[in-house]
């Protein structure tokens, strides 16, 4: 039994095309994810796919001679034949990245998708001629009827690939692309789960080259930024963690350092994800013994002269993913607080380059070359710009895109990464060196595209009306495009990093310094971070005894002495900065103090503050009789109403014999 | 906006800014501070005296303290909070403090600083739940910081104060009033140094030396020069205190090193005030240091006298 076609058209209907999305470009992006997706909402227990085919065949034949035609002769239109397009798309989904062969590896997945063999005759699937119209139908129907709640259908015309273009535009990220995205992963990890917009940080990596012709034609298609963002994220939510390298085989990926001091480089290994050191082996020697991040092993040098011919990768002995430890014959290492880490690409900041690319070792790098000891043929030159590098060595900086050309940039605002994200509140401004006004277009987080004024020759253009609205912007001006990110939250990167060692005169005079810088001097004494103070200070420290009531309150002690003590008066600095009165106030003395009678004129009460017996004197009596009837709290004293009651009790009796007497 | 608020606004702007970003260059900080409209370094002594971050000069890169709950003199009940202080911090506390069983209070968004630095934030709570507290929020709990960072005062002087190195002669110079602490750019010279104190201007800014027996000295900690020098008798004190109110006046030409200020302001959450004498006269105004942290940073700094 089959969910049935017209169920499973309501539910991709929902998933892939759901309402509120009015004013949006939208496809029809259906992979694997989003049919198992659909499946849920309609309960679909088993394969979704297979379930999917059996409601088409409920329909009629699904075979190699009648292809699609016997469903879509049933389902005539949107969206009802939704399940059919869906179907289609999922082929192109699955895709290899043969560009010269698209045509012939879309009909073998589409077979595929529907479990049927491939015609001899054009098209290879029957039912595929009708498949151009249906999508222009439903791009009809999202526009008509549905008026354009679920968003404008995307659709594109391709001059060779009339039949098959219009499933495949819908892909925007195919299977092989969300697995080369792995790289992208893995680099921008961090970013990533904080939130940071993934087209933004896509189109900065140079991973956006090894992406299919169609998936870096949609990154340069403005109007499918939302739906790309979507399929990134998507793409990166179900990452399994791995890197597809050039064989189609998958890696681990590591973390290297590059160490250097004169005459001597070292290169560092660690394993980011790992939980556990692992015992890997490399092209020779004995294996290596790789920790997780942070601890980390050295990597011979000797090893640089493998990755001459290709990347350097480290096997386990027995079944496991291997571990790329070098990339091949360039190497690039970016400076953090931490050290010299290789990067993916070189943007802003100068790079130190580790090659034996004779394209790089034959510039004339003079006295940034390093002098140090590597395998024949290798260089390690410091402070390389991009502009020195090759395209593909490139990370698309802020200059160039995001902070916009010679015409139009952006500056100021309070940046937390590159320049190219800034705090919520504080957007950079827009600068220009026009000879006209022009008029600035805003496309911020909903896509919605508004102009927002005009930006006058000679005077910056402020974003203030985004200030408090985090998200991607994109700005367009004069022709130009900056691009940048609005965000709550930064890396919050390096913390406490910083200490003063007032004890050590060698460091006291040397302001804050790192730990690490520290540890030369081998510091006695305090060390100082903001408000913290290690190594000295807290351990004498006692909590006060404190009460909130602003009343008089009369303090019994342990050897029966009574004392009266009043709230404070508000200090006039307190006042002059205007910290409310009231709060707590402290008891002198409190060290002996067992009971705290507060003579609030409404709300009398009794105050257990320790477990002790008191001195029965007469002040003592008196004020017990006094506060007979108050209610009494205790602070962790146990049976402190009982307590009190036995004092009244002896109060009492103490004044009847007086009485009496 | 009228400017002290705007000014308000902009200091606590900063410290979000400091604390999203964790580190940073001085470069980036004196970027934020022009997009702020801020003096760079008033802000960022103003962000270390409050024990809101720490700089590392020779590195020439800040980074933001973590988040850290002091205590008060003489406001038991309420606890100072310093360092990191995020875009959530002051609502992720305030959660914390509803959801918690402990009773606590957050006053408001702060008390605002006369525009001179980042908002005075002050937890209610009682003494003893504050370390249970500040471990549930997340925070460091550091009771009396001011008289501890006060105990660890260095003794201002030699050899802390100085290192051996001589001006280089190719920037402009001129000696220090000892009198009242002024560069004397006016001061008669015939090409000889004079003993005392030379203010350097230097490509990184300005510098300080000592000159004592003909023999030069950096002065790393710059404040530190005024108590490194003889002065002539009737000048103005450098510094004083109101035990009756528990006020430190400090010459306003010979600031407290950041360290002693910071002792001295994290016995209240306050920056200094400024109190104008005459036209070149003024003395800071710390409130509320108690004595034995003003005794404390007075013992410091009187080390170095000659």
Redesign the interface.
Known sequence: MSAGAAAWSEALLEQLLPARRAGRTVVLACDDEALAAAGERIGVAGDPLDDLRRSLAELGPLDRQRGLEPALAQLTGPPADLCVLCLCVLAASRMSPDERAATHAYYIRLAQVLDIGLREVHPKVAGMSAIPARFRALADWLRGPEQGRRGELALSEHSHLRLIWSPISQVLLRRVDRERLGRFFSLNERSLDLGRDPLRLLLGSPVRHELTGPAQTALRRGELAGPLRASIAAAYAAWDGTLLDERGERAVPAALRLGYSPGRATLNLSLPRAESEQILHGPDGPPLRVPPTPRECLLPLAWLAYARSGPVELRPAGEGPRVRALSGQTLLFGADETGFWQVDGAGEEPVTVLTCDPQLTGGDWRSRLARCELPAGWQLIFDVEATDLPEELRRATATQRELGGADVWLCGGLALEERTVFLSGHPPRVHGMLAEPAVVELLGPGEERRQVGELLPGEPFELDQLAGDPGSYRIEVSGSELCFELVGRGMREGVGRYALRPEQPALARAGAIDDAAAELLAPAGARVCGAAVDGRGTAGWRPPLCVRAQATVKAIDADGTVRVCRPPAQPQWARHAGISAGGPWEIPDGGETVWLCVASRQHPRVLAVRELDVEPTNPVLDLAEDFAAAPVISRGVPGAPERWRALVEIAFEDEEARTGA | MPRPEAQQAAHD?LL??V??????SWQ?FR??C???QLVPSVALRGLSVL?????????R??????A?L??IP?????L?L???R???GLAEIARVAAESEIDVDL??EG???FGLGPR?V?V?????Q?ADFAATAGL?F????A???A????AVGF?????PGAPDERFPRCPLDPDMLEPCWDAPGNGSYEDGLWSWEGFQGRRSFLRRDGEWFHI??RE?GPYLIERPPGAPELMRYDLA??LMYVNAHAPLPE?HA?AAC?C?G?LPLRQHYAADHAEDQY??VSPTVAEAIATSLRAGEP
């Open positions: 702007a979000r800014w604390s999203e970003l964790g580190s940073g980036q970027e934020a022009d997009h702020l024990g809101h971050a720490e700089i590392s000069w020779r590195s890169r800040f980074a933001c303290a973590p850290t002091t205590t003489l406001m038991p009940g309420r100072l310093c360092g990191q995020g875009s959530d006053e408001g008390s605002h600083q005075t002050l209610d709570a009682e003494p003893d504050a460091r550091a009771p009396q910081a008289e501890a960072i105990a660890s005062l260095p050899p802390v104060s100085v290192e790393p900690i530190h109110n528990r360290l910071r994290l209240s306050r409130v509320n």
